[in-house]
Structure formats: structure tokens, C-alpha cells
């Protein structure tokens, strides 16, 4: 059958995970297809807060198997960590989960190598997550990388032990001191890994597509954290819009069919970077306290700001977005105006356009929407919800030229309304 992608169009945290959860119904199979445990995917089941942040968000279905493919970087430590979670939750996960050959291993010398590379820069830092992402990243490109497909070879441990010397060379250069205290655990964990069920991922999705099965494609970030058009250099070490989907998991270009966008119904950001909406007022910490705004795997307070047009529509343009879903409008409740950018003054010119390059003395342009101003938990369909929050579902549909295919309006998976 086809793949349908799903992916976030602003700087990660837009509450991906809570849609595939909500959409995994109508797949067999649920795919990763780049990113690492950089990425914090929430979901709440019976009350309960898991984070995901390797294996896909479909594992909560019982018919549905999940696919950690080529294009994602695995630190097993963490793998095994999420495994534990969720089987002590009562979940099935060894038959249901599969690991691809060729997915990249996360040493602990990348971590390392991670926080010695942002020492150096010290105020000149990215911001990175030091989970050892794009350490990982770099010896692919640089054709040193261990798969974890590997560790089935009888040679493994000489090839591990060989880059992680290199690595140590590399920052005793640096005048960094490695901390191995994780090295033993690593190990362990691999071993307990072997348990699982390891995949050809390439082979494995054609197959299952010629059987006429149905793949959704989960990213992790954000498109604007995209390594070719996000706001380089301070993005992610992969390719999160949907052109990643085909290198990612091994499938044709003519395989995808529908691309969900998802979009917070206003703008947040963490670490370091440009973030042309930011607001350092009132109303920024306002946003951060109503939308809980903190990192799922860093627990980082996320800048906040007002919803990005001109951002938003770049990212739908790149990622061929036919399913516009917006999250958090509940975070909205309480507001009298709602502050939104549909273009930027850039030295004394207006344009609606991304910039290439993001520079200081670029201006959001405001204006405002009139906001509901109330509470809007328990409302049970669309119809019901308040006028003046469907007149901004239908502003952002106007300045995205994207259709709103879904709007959440709480954090409960029966808080979403689709049409």
C-alpha cells in the first residue's frame, strides 16, 4: 500500500506522539525513521505519563509493530530502559518491536565526544542534548560508525573497542577528561538486546507495503531543526522533513502518500538558536506556565513565543503537508488577544518569506486574532468549540494554505477532534 508521514513543522515538541497514538488505528505498522533519544515522543496512557523516546509511539496498540529503522541513531542503554518501562506495564514489546540491522549505534564515547564539542565552544554552544546525536551522526558520514546489526559478529568487540580508542584520542586532544563509568552498562545492555527481533529494514517495509499494509512514518523534532533547511547550525544531526522518510526507512519516493504536519497553536523552542517570535515578557512566561512548557528528555524550560507564518508556511512547503493538524489550543484559554507573525521587517523591507539565514535584525511583524478567552475541556466535538478558536483554526489555514485535518484541545487521546 503507501507510507503516510507524520512530522513536526516547528522546533520539535509540537505533541507528535500524541497523534501517531491517536492515528496508529489505521496502520499496521508504525516507523522511526531518523533522530535518536534526543527526541521525547509523550503520551498518557490510563493516566499514566510514558515518554518515548527510541521506539515508536504505536507500541500502546496491541496489533500494531513498531519499527526503529536505518536512519535512527540507538544508544541501547536507553532502548533497554524504555523496553523495562513498558513490559512492566504489561505490554508485549519482543514481538511487536523490530530493530533495524543497520541502525547506528550511540557509543558512550559519542556522549562524551557531545559535551567535550560544546565545552570547546562554550558561548558559542548549539545547544545540543549531550546524548552523544551528532557524535553518532558524524561517523556515519564519516564511515566509521558500528551498526548494531554488528553486534552479532564475533569480531564486535575488537571493532567497539577501536573506536572507542579513536574517540578518547580525539578528546585527550581536546583536554577533555571521558567519563566510561556507562561503558560495562552499554555492554550489558547490547546482550540483553540480542533477545530481540532485528530486521533488513528496507527489505522488511517493501515487503510489507506489497502485502498491501499501511506505514506510518513517525519524526522526531522539528522541521525548522532540519540538518539541510532548518536554522543552521543550530539543528539536529538528521533529515527531519519528509524527504528523510525514503533514506530513513529504504522506501520510494512514490511510496508516500499523506504528510501530517503537526503545529502547536503557537511557537515554542529549546536550547539555543533563532527563534524570530520569541517573547521575553509577561506573556512568554504566560505561554511557558499555561502550556507546561518543559523538555520531555531534557526537562529544559522551552522558549515560547506567538505562532510563526512565515516559518510555518516554509515548513509546509518543504514537507509537501496535506493534513495540517494543530495542538494546544487549550494553552490559548486564557487569553483576551492572540499575537501571531505573517511577516518579517528585514532592514527596512517586509517579506512573508523564510530567510535564508535568520539574522539579528530581523523583526517579526505582529497582529492579533481575538481569543475565546475561556475553558474549553470537556467540549465533545468541533461544533461546540468556541467561534472565535474556529475563526484561528481557520487563520492558520489561510496564511498556510494547508487544510486542518485534526485540532487538539487537551492532552487526553480523546481530546482530539478530526474532520
Known amino acids: 500500500m503507501s507510507v503516510d508521514v507524520l512530522l513536526g513543522l516547528q522546533w520539535g515538541d509540537e505533541g ?62 536507553t532502548l533497554m530502559e524504555e523496553i523495562r518501562e513498558l513490559e ?39 545547544g545540543s542534548t549531550l546524548r552523544g546525536i551528532s557524535p553518532a551522526y558524524m561517523d556515519k558520514t564519516g564511515r566509521n560508525a558500528l551498526k548494531i546489526g554488528e553486534i552479532f559478529k564475533s569480531d564486535f568487540k575488537q571493532r567497539y573497542e577501536a573506536l572507542r580508542d579513536k574517540h578518547l584520542e580525539m578528546m585527550s586532544t581536546m583536554n577533555f577528561a571521558a567519563d566510561l563509568a556507562n561503558e560495562v552498562k552499554w555492554i550489558q545492555a547490547l546482550e540483553e538486546l540480542k533477545a530481540y527481533t532485528f530486521v533488513d529494514c528496507e527489505q522488511f517495509i517493501n515487503k510489507q507495503l506489497n502485502e498491501g499494509k499501511n506505514i506510518l512514518a513517525e519524526g522526531a523534532q522539528g522541521a525548522m531543526l532540519d540538518l539541510d533547511y532548518g536554522t543552521y547550525p543550530f539543528v539536529t544531526s538528521s533529515n527531519t522533513i519528509s524527504g528523510g522518510v525514503c533514506t530513513g526507512l529504504g522506501v520510494a519516493p512514490q511510496k508516500i502518500k499523506e504528510v501530517y504536519g503537526i503545529t502547536k497553536a503557537y511557537c515554542t523552542r529549546v536550547g539555543s538558536g533563532p527563534f524570530p517570535t520569541e517573547l521575553h515578557d509577561e506573556t512568554g512566561e504566560k505561554l511557558r506556565k499555561e502550556g507546561s512548557e518543559f ?125
Not at 525513521?33 to 505519563?49: D, F, L, M, R
Not at 549505534?105 to 565545552?119: G, N, R, W, Y
Request: net charge neutral; charged share 25%.
Open 88 to 126: 512492566d506495564a504489561g505490554l508485549d514489546i519482543k514481538t511487536r518491536l523490530f530493530i533495524a540491522l543497520k541502525a547506528n549505534l550511540i557509543l558512550p564515547t559519542h556522549i562524551e565526544l557531545d559535551k567535550a564539542s560544546e565545552q570547546k565552544r562554550g558561548e558559542a554552544k548549539i
Open 16 to 77: 507528535k506522539g500524541k497523534i501517531v497514538d491517536f492515528l496508529a488505528d489505521k496502520y499496521q505498522f508504525i516507523a522511526r525513521y531518523q533522530g535518536g533519544p534526543n527526541a521525547g515522543h509523550t503520551i498518557y496512557q490510563n493516566s499514566k505519563k510514558f515518554v518515548l523516546h527510541t521506539i515508536p509511539s504505536g507500541i500502546f496498540h496491541n496489533n500494531i509493530g513498531n519499527i526503529i529503522g536505518n536512519g535512527v541513531v540507538i544508544n541501547p542503554i
Open 295 to 419: 523538555g520531555a528528555t531534557t526537562g529544559r524550560p522551552r522558549r515560547c513565543g506567538w505562532i510563526d507564518f512565515p516559518a510555518l508556511r516554509y515548513a509546509c512547503m518543504l514537507n509537501g503537508v496535506t493534513k495540517l493538524c494543530i495542538t494546544k489550543v487549550d494553552v490559548l484559554n486564557n487569553f483576551e488577544l492572540i499575537g501571531y507573525a505573517n511577516e518579517y521587517a528585514v532592514q527596512s523591507e517586509k517579506t512573508k518569506d523564510m530567510p535564508t539565514f535568520l539574522t539579528d535584525d530581523l523583526i517579526p511583524i505582529y497582529e492579533s486574532a481575538k481569543g475565546w478567552n475561556q475553558d474549553i475541556a470537556g467540549v465533545k466535538n468541533y461544533s461546540e468549540l468556541p467561534e472565535e478558536l474556529k475563526d484561528y483554526v481557520q487563520l492558520i489555514e489561510t496564511h498556510t494554505g494547508s487544510k486542518v485535518s485534526l485540532v487538539s484541545v487537551g492532552p487526553g487521546r480523546d481530546e482530539l477532534f478530526e474532520f
